[in-house]
């Protein structure tokens, strides 16, 4: 964790703006990005909570991954209930 001042110092090089309300370095908590950063930060975040091997992770996610593309290529219930 980087100590407050340096965060501010950092970021106010790119914004001015976060010497105005420093108690809020950032203006926005959520932002868009690519699959690979997302699994990057869930992973890290994940494993920091509940100690799990970045390894035994990706096994489960490979498996989610299986089982999604699995029940995409089935019909679904609600179409062959409604027919």
């Known amino acids: 964790m980087l100590r ?8 106010g090089a790119h914004d001015p703006a976060v010497f105005e ?3 809020r370095p950032f203006p926005f908590v959520h932002a868009p990005s690519g699959p690979g950063v997302y699994l990057a930060h869930f992973t890290a ?3 920091s909570e509940f100690g ?3 390894g035994r992770l990706r ?3 490979h498996s989610a991954r ?3 593309s699995w029940l995409a ?3 679904s219930p609600l179409s062959t209930a409604i027919s």
């Not at 407050?4 to 970021?11: G, H, S, V």
């Open 4 to 11: 407050p001042d340096l965060l501010l110092d950092a970021i």
């Open 21 to 23: 309300c420093p108690e």
């Open 45 to 47: 975040a994940f494993r």
């Open 52 to 54: 799990i091997s970045p």
């Open 59 to 61: 096994a489960r996610v």
């Open 66 to 68: 299986q089982l999604s």
């Open 73 to 75: 290529s089935r019909p």
